[in-house]
């Protein structure tokens, strides 16, 4: 007797799903699935977020000492410029104590001599000949002072202990 056509589908259905679900299995000892974790998978996904991390600290540091620098340079321009504004005004005032006490003239009174001579030498200054670097390093100095005149000596020596502490246990490990 042959068995009922309906049990035979089903004993042929098996066979073929259990054939099909093994040769699956094999595909994907193959090849990877891409699902599938291997045991190195966490250690690459923290070096890939602590990469991340330091990639922007970093390019927050660097955007801050960016702005600083900006901020420095911008000071240091306008001080150049009221120095100069300055100068020229001097330079202006000579020129009309100068005019004013008729120092152009030959003869000169005894008395305004030493006066014209030193408006003279006002009036030959050049006010574009600015020392940039007495004037940066005038503005560093004020901020140095204003940041260490804000300290205290708890908060200097807090810091202090903090830095040193930190380059010794780097140093020690």
């Given amino acids: 007797m042959t068995p009922p056509l309906s049990k035979r589908r089903k004993i042929q259905h098996d066979a073929t799903s259990d054939l099909s679900l093994r040769s699956n299995y094999r595909l994907m000892l193959d090849r990877r699935h891409p699902l599938h974790f291997s045991w190195e998978t966490p250690f690459i996904l923290s070096s890939y977020t602590t990469l991340i991390f330091y990639s922007i600290l970093t390019i927050t540091v660097l955007f801050l000492l960016f702005l600083g620098l900006k901020a420095i340079q911008l000071e240091i321009r306008n001080r150049i410029a009221q120095h100069l504004f300055d100068l020229e005004n001097s330079i202006a005032h000579c020129r009309q104590q100068y005019q004013q006490n008729h120092c152009y003239d030959v003869i000169t009174s005894p008395i305004l001599a030493k006066y014209c001579e030193d408006w003279h030498k ?43 502490g930190s380059v010794l246990v780097s140093f020690s490990l």
Avoid: H, W
Wanted: hydrophobic share 50%; net charge neutral.
């Fill in 122 to 164: 006002c009036m030959q200054k050049n006010p574009y000949v600015i020392s940039r670097s007495d004037i940066a390093a005038s503005v560093f100095g004020e901020l140095i002072n204003s940041f260490f005149d804000t300290l205290t000596l708890k908060t200097m020596f807090a810091l202090c202990l903090l830095v040193f």
